[in-house]
């Protein structure tokens, strides 16, 4: 069947539980995008099409029952998979072979989903870029460390994808591919089985190309039933537009973006409006990134004793700029978080969601660096959700999408409101 490859995974799933199609049918469409694309494109670090046909035949015999029965989707090559390798995008594990899924990955699993392959990360999912191009034009980046997730599902290979972030790495390449993308509140999905950069930022996370399939993904992931979808009839959500300290850092193209999504979701009846920045957020860029050099500086130490050309010039400066923070800089930038957060926090009593930039503006020209990740940083530092969502194109046709923030741990909050987002900006 044709087409199956540009259905959304609750959509998919809905067809199989349906009888409507089998998970064969599924997968051979994916794998004939695949092979299409791929030498274009570049998403994947390993493919294995035969496992991956053999396991969708075998569903095809099974009794149809859990949530992703059938549904394809590809993983981050920072996640352990026990059939296929996991080089963390680094040479100096290249062929690497763990023993046992990561706790994602064995979640997926048993709600029947079935893996294509692993998708490229750059270096320790940090800045050195892999070989994935952008599908909506292959001389731009994709964004990263992501690249490879998010460039897979915006070219209709996979419906979904798992990917992460410590400071831009899920939402920006969501923002450049034209892709829904969640980050979840850190913490919410367990991290057994990835890799670690920093502690306290580290956050696993999704891509898709519909936010409903957030919400049965996150029922998978939480091991819970989904919820019923949320009704506005009465209430529509009260979103507010924050500028935020780097607004004119942007460019032009993204804080217009921002305005008109803003004006768009205002013309639904919806209670919007702007809201102001506390002056200490203006600090939580900075917190960032020293909170993410000192944990670095000592989750990878052994990496950095290897030293150059083994790793990249810029993870090499990463920990080196780490290993220079004292222990009172990074209690400080913590410290400063926590007081942010609890600002943060009380805004939530006035709005239900906050809508500000998913990046500084299209995907940047050249495969030689995957943008900045400028106006995610201070979100993952206070370690809220977030969620992408794409929001028409540039004058060269390069996709452009705003990013919507929640409270803290109101997790299914949020993606009911992206749901009704979607759905608006997408008229």
Same mark, same amino acid.
């Given at each position: 069947?044709?087409?199956?490859?540009?259905?959304?995974?609750?959509?998919?799933?809905?067809?199989?539980?349906?009888?409507?199609?089998?998970?064969?049918?599924?997968?051979?469409?994916?794998?004939?995008?695949?092979?299409?694309?791929?030498?274009?494109?570049?998403?994947?670090?390993?493919?294995?099409?035969?496992?991956?046909?053999?396991?969708?035949?075998?569903?095809?015999?099974?009794?149809?029952?859990?949530?992703?029965?059938?549904?394809?989707?590809?993983?981050?090559?920072?996640?352990?998979?026990?059939?296929?390798?996991?080089?963390?995008?680094?040479?100096?594990?290249?062929?690497?072979?763990?023993?046992?899924?990561?706790?994602?990955?064995?979640?997926?699993?048993?709600?029947?989903?079935?893996?294509?392959?692993?998708?490229?990360?750059?270096?320790?999912?940090?800045?050195?870029?892999?070989?994935?191009?952008?599908?909506?034009?292959?001389?731009?980046?994709?964004?990263?460390?992501?690249?490879?997730?998010?460039?897979?599902?915006?070219?209709?290979?996979?419906?979904?994808?798992?990917?992460?972030?410590?400071?831009?790495?899920?939402?920006?390449?969501?923002?450049?591919?034209?892709?829904?993308?969640?980050?979840?509140?850190?913490?919410?999905?367990?991290?057994?089985?990835?890799?670690?950069?920093?502690?306290?930022?580290?956050?696993?996370?999704?891509?898709?190309?519909?936010?409903?399939?957030?919400?049965?993904?996150?029922?998978?992931?939480?091991?819970?039933?989904?919820?019923?979808?949320?009704?506005?009839?009465?209430?529509?959500?009260?979103?507010?537009?924050?500028?935020?300290?780097?607004? &004119? =850092?942007?460019?032009?193209? *993204?804080? @217009?973006?921002?305005? !008109?999504?803003?004006? %768009? /979701?205002?013309?639904?009846? $919806?209670?919007?409006?702007?809201?102001?920045?506390?002056?200490?957020?203006?600090?939580?860029?900075?917190?960032?990134?020293?909170?993410?050099?000192?944990?670095?500086?000592?989750?990878?130490?052994?990496?950095?004793?290897?030293?150059?050309?083994?790793?990249?010039?810029?993870?090499?400066?990463?920990?080196?700029?780490?290993?220079?923070?004292?222990?009172?800089?990074?209690?400080?930038?913590?410290?400063? &978080? =926590?007081?942010?957060?609890? *600002?943060? @926090?009380?805004?939530? !009593?006035?709005?239900? %969601? /906050?809508?500000?930039?998913? $990046?500084?503006?299209?995907?940047?020209?050249?495969?030689?660096?995957?943008?900045?990740?400028?106006?995610?940083?201070?979100?993952?530092?206070?370690?809220?959700?977030?969620?992408?969502?794409?929001?028409?194109?540039?004058?060269?046709?390069?996709?452009?999408?705003?990013?919507?923030?929640?409270?803290?741990?109101?997790?299914?909050?949020?993606?009911?409101?992206?749901?009704?987002?979607?759905?608006?900006?997408?008229?």
């Amino acid at each position: 069947m044709t087409g199956l490859n540009h259905h959304s995974a609750h959509e998919l799933a809905t067809l199989i539980r349906a009888g409507a199609v089998k998970p064969s049918e599924v997968m051979a469409a994916h794998l004939d995008r695949i092979t299409n694309r791929e030498p274009v494109i570049g998403a994947f670090q390993t493919l294995d099409a035969d496992r991956a046909m053999e396991r969708a035949k075998a569903a095809d015999a099974l009794p149809v029952g859990r949530p992703l029965h059938g549904v394809p989707f590809v993983i981050k090559d920072i996640i352990d998979t026990d059939d296929m390798p996991t080089g963390w995008g680094s040479d100096l594990y290249a062929g690497r072979r763990p023993d046992r899924n990561a706790a994602c990955v064995q979640a997926f699993l048993d709600a029947g989903a079935i893996p294509i392959g692993k998708t490229i990360s750059t270096e320790f999912a940090y800045f050195k870029p892999g070989k994935t191009a952008n599908p909506a034009n292959p001389e731009h980046t994709p964004g990263g460390s992501s690249s490879g997730s998010a460039a897979a599902v915006a070219d209709f290979m996979a419906p979904l994808a798992f990917g992460s972030q410590t400071a831009a790495s899920l939402i920006r390449p969501a923002a450049y591919c034209g892709v829904c993308g969640f980050k979840p509140t850190t913490g919410r999905y367990v991290l057994a089985g990835v890799m670690g950069l920093s502690q306290s930022l580290d956050t696993l996370g999704l891509l898709a190309r519909d936010p409903r399939d957030f919400v049965l993904t996150d029922a998978v992931m939480c091991r819970t039933d989904p919820a019923p979808p949320a009704e506005f009839d009465e209430a529509l959500p009260r979103i507010s537009l924050m500028r935020g300290p780097h607004w &004119r =850092d942007g460019s032009v193209e *993204m804080r @217009d973006t921002c305005t !008109r999504a803003l004006a %768009a /979701l205002a013309a639904t009846g $919806a209670e919007t409006g702007e809201i102001a920045f506390p002056p200490v957020f203006a600090e939580l860029t900075q917190a960032q990134i020293t909170v993410m050099g000192y944990e670095v500086a000592q989750q990878r130490a052994a990496e950095y004793a290897v030293g150059m050309p083994a790793i990249s010039p810029q993870f090499h400066d990463l920990v080196t700029a780490g290993l220079a923070v004292t222990d009172a800089e990074y209690q400080a930038a913590l410290d400063l &978080r =926590d007081r942010a957060g609890a *600002m943060l @926090d009380q805004m939530f !009593r006035d709005v239900d %969601a /906050l809508l500000v930039p998913s $990046a500084p503006g299209p995907a940047p020209a050249g495969l030689d660096a995957t943008g900045d990740p400028l106006f995610s940083r201070m979100w993952n530092l206070l370690q809220v959700p977030s969620v992408a969502l794409p929001f028409g194109t540039d004058q060269n046709g390069l996709p452009l999408g705003i990013q919507l923030i929640g409270r803290k741990g109101d997790d299914a909050r949020l993606l009911d409101i992206a749901v009704w987002a979607h759905e608006h900006l997408s008229q």
